[in-house]
């Protein structure tokens, strides 16, 4: 039954956020059914986003397309229409993509992982003619410089990283810090989004508050890795003068989390 509502659920959303739902329902279908087609292509307010036709690929499309999960227009509010963002855990670039789209002085560095993955951000940066506004890194952000193991399932999945499925092909990939990534930004870096599948606590904590003094709006997954808590986040945060505005749980210890140094609600 749940499976059922699920799927109800995401043909309303088809038809109701996409320019082209009829085709998309079409190539999902036909994808259960024979493999065929391996792409899909959304098109939303005069944008094209392609992903694998895998549903882990397609989540995020309809995360920030339909859902608008991150909120945007509160995470960009008040802000200098010239401002700086880093998207940590890139994924396709749907947020960067959306965020660039809603405020075109911006200049987002775009961080992703996995090999894969990165190869749909950099290809959808440059379908959307993004490219004066979105930096991508086919690169993790960690707690330290080099290179890390990485989980990659090769098919540009959500579930990259310390959630990805058992058996998933490791994969080595360069990595730099919190540091390294802010200071390659074009200037001071406002606003942040964090969707790492583990790894954010092992990148932020890592990080000095100091890191974090120009920032002023974040936005935050957090998942279910033992031996943390969102807790620990929060204090780290709390610290370096950005607090809770809103909290989204999904489960006891896996959310969304805003965060704000201006008080805004």
């Known amino acids: ?13 088809t038809l109701a956020a ?8 079409s ?3 036909r994808g259960r059914l024979t493999g065929e087609p391996t792409e899909l292509e959304f098109r939303v307010h005069g944008l094209t986003v392609t992903v694998p036709n895998r549903k882990g690929a397609r989540v995020p499309v309809y995360e920030v397309f339909a859902e608008d999960a991150y909120r945007l227009s509160w995470f960009t509010a008040g802000l200098d229409p010239t401002f700086v963002a880093v998207d940590i855990g890139a994924h396709v ?3 960067s993509v959306a965020l660039a789209h809603q405020a075109p002085g911006v200049h987002i560095s775009a961080y992703e992982a996995s090999p894969s993955t990165a190869a749909y ?39 990259n990283g310390l959630t990805a499925p058992a058996g998933a092909t ?72 950005l607090h809770q505005i809103a909290h989204e749980p999904e489960t006891p210890r896996q959310g969304t989390v805003w965060l704000s140094r201006d008080g805004l609600a």
């Open 1 to 13: 039954m749940h499976r059922l509502r699920h799927a109800a659920r995401r043909v309303r959303q």
């Open 18 to 25: 996409f320019d082209n739902s009829a085709a998309l329902l």
């Open 27 to 29: 190539g999902m279908t």
């Open 93 to 95: 670039g749907c947020f």
């Open 121 to 159: 951000l950099q290809r959808n940066v440059v379908a959307n003619r993004l490219g004066d506004q979105v930096s991508t890194h086919a690169a993790a952000v960690s707690s330290s410089t080099g290179v890390l193991e990485f989980a990659d399932n090769d098919s540009a999945s959500a579930l």
């Open 170 to 241: 490791l994969v080595e990939v360069p990595c730099v810090t919190v540091a390294q990534a802010f200071a390659g930004a074009p200037g001071p870096v406002q606003l942040v989004k964090i969707d790492t599948e583990g790894a954010e606590y092992d990148l932020v904590l890592a990080s000095d508050p100091e890191h974090w003094a120009s920032v002023r709006r974040v936005v935050l997954e957090y998942h279910d890795v033992p031996g943390h808590s969102w807790g620990e986040l929060e204090r780290f945060f709390g610290r370096a003068g």
